[in-house]
């Protein structure tokens, strides 16, 4: 499946020490999970998470959904033993928290061979480097780590995000340059349906691709705001279908709504039906 067409509207976080919690990810309408060695699991549960997460992965169940395992950073006494053990788990993509640098991905990229990397977007540094970090060619996709980031910059926490705006920016540019998978930080308020939504339509309408979800609680209301909606939709099979006649007629764009459509509007709106498609089909799976 082409990656702007696959969906990563909801990306949840799961401990990997948890049996629970990993026989209930089985079941949850989610694109993507995100399997946590690193900040979900205490220092005391670290070694043995590795087997537990590895057994649950090689006992499959997952269906479509992305199976991404974050490790400890390098730096750590676990981050080692962590990457070498992603190599032999059943899974997608090995994430790296705390990037700051395209060498610390090469560090891990020795380690874990052709494993797709995701980096976490959570550090100033990251930030400022996120142009040399998204064009690494083993970097899949970013997550933005804005707990860790908020802690960072010392800022306060606002409903419109603006201390977190220039991050956001710097990490949605640098990613959309290089073709890469973007999803927003998480929303703390679990319980907060509206203040996940209005988070949500903001992320959206910046340009990223899906949230970070920290319950299942808010699973679906990211799939609701991250999916194309059915006017979109509407919008988008109309738009192809005007310009395809207006190109058998020997025209060059076409209007639709009062407002003119060209190739790169055609474009669009082809990914948001096969955005669509792809949702309709993990639905249905």
């Given at each position: ?113 052709d494993l797709p990397i995701w980096a976490m977007m959570e550090t100033p540094r990251g930030m400022l480097n996120a142009a040399e970090i998204a064009a690494h060619p083993k970097l ?124 790169l509007h055609v474009a669009t709106a082809r990914e948001i039906l096969a955005k669509a498609e792809a949702i309709d089909a993990i639905e249905a799976g």
């Amino acid at each position: 499946m082409d990656m702007r067409s696959r969906p990563y509207r909801s990306v949840l976080y799961i401990p990997g020490s948890k049996d629970r919690a990993l026989e209930k990810a089985r079941s949850l309408p989610v694109d993507a999970i995100i399997f946590d060695l690193e900040d979900a699991v205490s220092v005391d549960e670290k070694p043995g998470a590795r087997a537990t997460l590895a057994e649950a992965l090689g006992a499959g169940g997952y269906g479509a959904r992305v199976r991404i395992v974050r490790i400890n950073g390098l730096d750590t006494e676990w981050g080692h033993a962590d990457a070498e053990a992603v190599t032999k788990m059943d899974c997608d993509a090995v994430l790296l928290p705390k990037v700051e640098s395209a060498a610390q991905l090469d560090a891990l990229a020795k380690i874990t061979g052709d494993l797709p990397i995701w980096a976490m977007m959570e550090t100033p540094r990251g930030m400022l480097n996120a142009a040399e970090i998204a064009a690494h060619p083993k970097l899949a996709g970013m997550v933005m780590g804005t707990n860790d980031l908020a802690k960072e910059l010392q800022s306060r926490f606002r409903a419109d995000r603006m201390p977190m705006l220039a991050s956001l920016s710097l990490c949605l540019l640098a990613a959309k340059a290089e073709g890469l998978v973007i999803v927003d930080g998480v929303y703390n308020a679990f319980k907060d349906e509206d203040g996940l939504r209005a988070e949500c339509t903001k992320g959206r309408d910046m340009g990223f691709d899906g949230k970070t979800l920290i319950h299942p609680a808010q699973v679906d209301i990211a799939n609701t705001a991250f999916a194309p909606t059915s006017e979109e939709i509407d919008l988008a099979r109309r738009q192809i279908a005007a310009f395809e006649e207006a190109m058998a007629e020997g025209q060059g764009v076409a209007v639709v709504d009062g407002k003119i459509v060209e190739n790169l509007h055609v474009a669009t709106a082809r990914e948001i039906l096969a955005k669509a498609e792809a949702i309709d089909a993990i639905e249905a799976g």
